[in-house]
């Protein structure tokens, strides 16, 4: 630089203070310290290599390589195009205005958590602190920033919108179709996927929250609620209709109008039949004719009635019946008793008379046990017999009694007297006759009758110790108990101790039907037995399985298996008496002590076992 101020060739150190180029003091480029050019500022806003304050004009191209920070939108001034137009590049750094056309292209979207200080219409701002799409829109009333995408109504008059991604969705912001808010949907809902529903989390379509239907809901499967509430204003017609059983397994008693597996609030009508397992409580209940199948009602409680307000059924007020009343128990009327608009007073039990009696009015005299009447008459009024002893005059027909009724004691048979009864003709009785519970021996009779006896007393009795001194020459046979010569309906007692006293046949005994003595039942010997031929049972040896308790029938029964056995279950009369049965074991069980059997045993194939119980241990004791 020479003595004029004029920078003449050569070189400018600026290493130790900056280089400044003035123009009549006033500041316009300088060069500091640190090699940065400064254009109309003296102090340095960073490591810059070029500085500028204030607007900075460039006629032709600015070419800067690498990455460029210009800052806000509005310090860089491009001039050229039109409004709406935008820089497209060309790939090789070069920058010209463009038009947007509809379908070849798209404007550049702006992506931040803040709209675009300046915009232009159509410009698009993606807002990511929200995740949604803008669009810059300029009316009449100005710019403002309005969403890309709006709830849209689809009209009828365009294609149903089809959604055709596979995305499943597991919760409420995954899915093909994801929706922030609620949806209304005014017709029908089908969900497909076919997955069961098992919970209030499983099926094809999962609802976290509640659900508004405004139409129908069809169900093809099982309605599973914790609470089922149907509100009558919702339906007006049919509640629901099904096909299907409805089955409440809720088990909670009922004890008012608002408790119970299932409550009403309104009524409830029932076509067909009603059973109920517990007691039916009601304010009123009205039974119609033909509500029923056949018209009738079953009470099949056994409550005993003894009063108005007891009995299984109980009826506060009146009741009217058109038909019979048949009662199987006794009749209690605590005021008056009306037949065919007739009056009966009820029947007073007592030992005195009432002391203001009506006529009509009834007495049953418990103190001699007869029933008496209040008759008025023009005499005044008294009480006479209700029931006179009648005498039969003998201008009428005789007293015939058709009732077939046997007799079996004093108060049974077609005619009950409870006095005495005088006979002044014969007396023709066709069968057996007793007199005090003895039965009435007769020349009819004593060829084919005789009693029972145990010491010196009865009917009929053979004192004889040596010789028969009664003969039967009746010789009718005997096939049942109630046939033959000699027919005994009790027991028999022969105290002949000195030589037989019954010599029956020497028929060979061989099956039950065939021997000198046949006992269709059980009998009894109350002394010794001796015999001279063989005792044999009647009864073919079954086969039975061990087991823990087996339940022998038989005298002799084949047992089978390998399961031990610990008890016996004694038949009668064994069980009362004692007695012995034979196994005949077919297979190697065992027998243990653990239950009614005295001693282990082990079974051996083929070998009898003997088992003898004794009623008094009720234990069985076995042969080995």
């Known amino acids: 630089m020479n003595s004029a101020g004029a920078l003449t060739t050569g070189t400018v150190n600026a290493s130790s203070s900056p280089i400044t180029f003035s123009a009549i003091n006033s500041l316009k480029v300088s060069i500091d310290s640190n090699g940065y050019l400064l254009i109309n500022t003296a102090t340095s806003g960073g490591s810059y290599f070029l500085q500028v304050q204030g607007s900075t004009y460039i ?3 600015l070419t800067v390589a690498g990455v460029t920070n210009l800052g806000a939108v509005g310090n860089v001034i491009i001039t050229g195009g039109t409004s709406g137009q935008y820089l497209s590049t060309n790939g090789a750094g070069g920058l010209s205005w463009a038009t947007v056309t509809g379908g070849g292209g798209g404007a550049s979207v702006t992506i931040s958590d803040s709209a675009p200080i300046s915009s232009s219409a159509g410009n698009l701002w993606w807002d990511s602190s929200v995740g949604n799409l803008a669009i810059y ?3 009449a009333a100005g710019g403002q920033w309005v969403d890309a995408v709006s709830s849209y109504v689809f009209p009828s008059t365009v294609n149903n919108l089809n959604i055709s991604t596979a995305t499943q969705s597991v919760s409420t912001t995954t899915g ?3 929706v922030t808010g ?3 949907i005014g017709g029908n809902l089908y969900v497909g996927g076919g997955a069961a529903s098992t919970s209030t989390t499983t099926g094809a379509l999962v609802v976290t929250g509640g659900v508004g239907i405004g139409g129908n809901l069809n169900v093809a499967g099982t309605i599973t609620s914790n609470q089922l509430t149907v509100q009558y204003t919702t339906i007006t017609n049919v509640t629901i209709i099904t096909t299907d059983v409805f089955t409440l397994t809720n088990t909670t008693t009922v004890v008012s109008t ?5 409550v009403v609030a309104g009524g409830v009508g029932i076509g067909g039949g009603l059973f109920v397992g517990g007691a039916i409580t009601a304010t009123s209940l009205t039974l119609l004719s033909g509500e029923t199948e056949q018209g009738n009602v079953s009470i099949l409680s056994t409550t005993s009635s003894n009063s108005t307000t007891t009995g299984a059924l109980t009826v506060t007020g009146g009741v009217g019946i058109g038909g019979n009343l048949n009662l199987g128990g006794s009749l209690n009327i605590g005021t008056t008793l009306l037949v065919n608009g007739v009056t009966l007073n009820p029947v007073t039990i007592s030992d005195s008379a009432p002391a203001t009696p009506a006529a009509g009015q009834l007495w049953w005299d418990s103190n001699i046990g007869n029933l008496a009447i209040y008759y008025v008459d023009t005499l005044g009024g008294q009480w006479v017999d209700a029931v006179s002893s009648y005498v039969f ?5 005789n007293l015939s009694v058709t009732t077939s009724t046997q007799s079996a004691s004093t ?6 007297v409870a006095g005495g009864v005088g006979v002044g003709g014969a007396l023709y009785i066709n069968t057996t006759s007793f007199i005090a519970n003895s039965q009435i021996i007769t020349t009819a009779t004593i060829g084919s009758y005789a009693a029972s006896n145990t010491g010196t007393t009865g009917t009929f009795l053979i004192s004889n110790l040596t010789t028969a ?15 033959g010569a000699l027919t005994v309906q009790g027991g028999v007692f022969i105290s002949n101790t000195a030589s037989a006293a019954i010599q029956l046949s020497a028929t060979t005994a061989s099956n039950t039907v065939t021997a000198a003595l046949i006992v269709a039942g059980g009998a009894y010997i109350g002394g010794s037995i001796v015999y001279n031929g063989l005792i044999a049972t009647n009864a073919t040896a079954t086969t039975i399985a061990s087991a823990a308790t087996i339940a022998p029938v038989t005298q002799i029964l084949y047992v089978s298996g390998t399961t031990q056995i610990t008890t016996i279950t004694a038949p009668k009369p064994i069980s009362v008496t004692g007695g012995q049965i034979t196994l005949i074991p077919t297979g190697l069980w065992t027998t243990a002590a653990t239950g009614n059997i005295a001693l282990a045993s082990t079974a051996v194939v083929s070998k009898a076992l003997i088992m003898t119980y004794d009623a008094g241990t009720a234990k069985w004791y076995p042969s080995y």
Do not use: K, Q, R
Not at 393 to 397: D, E, K, L, Q
Not at 411 to 416: D, F, S, W
């Open 59 to 61: 006629a032709n191209t």
């Open 137 to 139: 829109y300029v009316d």
């Open 176 to 178: 093909a179709l994801v």
């Open 182 to 184: 609620g949806v209304g």
């Open 258 to 262: 608002t408790t119970g597996a299932l």
């Open 393 to 397: 005059p003998s201008s009428v027909n």
């Open 411 to 416: 108060t049974t048979g077609a005619l009950v």
């Open 469 to 483: 001194t009664y003969n039967i020459a009746n010789t009718s046979t005997g096939v049942t108990t109630g046939t």
